[in-house]
């Protein structure tokens, strides 16, 4: 039996019960760290983890608004004796040590380093990632999508390169593609959005694969991971959005989407429409 499959559901069992989120870091540590040192050579239930960890992103926009939590002691009246403050410094530690929570600035520094190690495992994997680290793409791509609204600015530059990098070799599956096109709409309808960066590559990939992307026949689309449907879902993903695509484009997808409708099945037909 493979002995990674239940070790891998403990882990993410650690990280979705973790309220505190210190066991969560170490994991996440923990997975980046090995992919470092396997070189690559990790099963994809490994990175998997990653999926299962909590991020509190309402801590994170109220600790950037605030410049950190506020320390009561320093809004005191010049009235409080030294006696007075120890006192209070008691009651406040009392409640702190009954607490099994976490003040603000420390949560938010957990969650920092949590998401460094999450998003040093995916670059790797990006970057150095071969032809037999096809299935560390897969979670490697969801966890862009999910988490892509907690990505610094200063990061996703050097981020977004690297995935258009790796969606353009052309040593993807369609499948494969289709979520990684996912995976960079999602990072730039974020935060991406302040980069103003150019979609032109994506597009180009995107029209490329609807000529070989619907089968012909009955096929259906279901199930929800299938090749088509995630390119039915990259397609609305990408021609929705009117500040990533220009109309001599957009009339260029209708023609081609109009001329794949009439040779595929019922099913990606009604997709496309």
Not at 75 to 93: I, P, Q, S
Not at 162 to 184: I, Y
């Amino acid at each position: 039996p493979q002995v990674h499959v239940p070790a891998c559901e403990a882990l993410k069992s650690l990280c979705r019960d973790d309220t505190r989120g210190e066991a969560a870091l170490e994991a996440a540590q923990m997975v980046a760290a090995t992919v470092k040192q396997k070189n690559l050579k990790v099963p994809a239930a490994f990175i998997e983890v990653f999926l299962s960890l909590r991020f509190d992103a309402s801590l994170r926009v109220r600790m950037e608004e605030s410049g950190g939590a506020a320390d009561p002691r320093k809004v005191r009246g010049k009235g409080y004796g030294k006696g007075k403050k120890k006192a209070l410094d008691d009651v406040d530690k009392d409640f702190r040590e009954a607490d099994s929570g976490m003040d603000a600035r420390e949560r938010q520094r957990v969650q920092t380093q949590t998401l460094e190690a999450m998003f040093e495992g995916y670059f790797r994997i990006l970057k150095q990632g071969k032809e037999e680290h096809e299935p560390l793409f897969v979670p490697t791509f969801a966890g862009l999508a999910k988490f892509s609204h907690l990505i610094s600015v200063d990061f996703l530059g050097d981020l977004l390169k690297v995935l258009q990098g790796r969606l353009q070799s052309g040593a993807l599956t369609l499948q494969m593609q289709s979520q990684g096109l996912l995976a960079a709409s999602a990072v730039l309808s974020g935060q991406g959005t302040a980069l103003n960066v150019d979609p032109s590559g994506l597009l180009r990939l995107l029209y490329n694969m609807l000529a070989e992307s619907m089968p012909h026949g009955e096929a259906a689309l279901a199930p929800e991971d299938n090749a088509e449907h995630l390119m039915v879902a990259a397609v609305k993903r990408y021609l929705c959005d009117q500040r990533s695509i220009d109309l001599p484009r957009l009339t260029a997808f209708v023609k081609r989407m109009g001329t794949q409708a009439l040779h595929c099945g019922v099913g990606p037909m009604m997709g496309l429409m």
